[in-house]
């Protein structure tokens, strides 16, 4: 079955930097828009970035939550599977459970994400 694994969150302070990383199993990963979301206990889940498939020699588009553009990063590496969420220069308010998410549709509402990861808790104190 299709599988997402996030890693690489932790406790950091703000103005830190963290990258996050999720990896697909069980399915073909370039035929898959990959995306971030997040979510606190006050907040539904939202989006934070997305990012398209690849085309050959033409770079993947991009999306970004507007609070984040200019701090974080989505990339994505086909021949790891892999997905990447860069985060710098992180705020007290980025502080959330983060979720990789795959879908069909490059877009960022959540209910066209099929396949999601388990989470990755990333906090920034102050």
């Known amino acids: 079955q299709v599988q997402l694994v996030e890693s690489g969150g932790g406790l950091v302070q703000a103005g830190d930097s963290l990258r996050l990383s999720c990896t697909l199993s069980?399915?073909?990963?370039?035929?898959?828009?990959m995306a971030w979301f997040r979510q606190t206990p006050e907040k539904e889940r939202e989006f934070v970035a997305t990012?398209?498939?690849?085309?050959?020699?033409?770079?993947?588009?991009?999306i970004y939550e507007e609070g984040v553009k200019g701090r974080f990063n989505i990339s994505r590496d086909n021949d790891r599977n892999t997905v990447y969420l860069q985060m710098n220069g992180l705020k007290p308010e980025d502080t959330a459970i983060y979720y990789c998410?795959?879908?069909?549709?490059?877009?960022?509402?959540?209910?066209?994400?099929?396949?999601w990861g388990q989470g990755t808790q990333v906090t920034v104190s102050s």
């Open positions: 998410a795959a879908g069909g549709r490059f877009t960022e509402s959540s209910t066209y994400y099929t396949y």
């Open positions: 069980g399915a073909t990963f370039t035929r898959y828009v």
């Open positions: 990012i398209g498939r690849n085309n050959p020699g033409i770079p993947p588009n991009t």
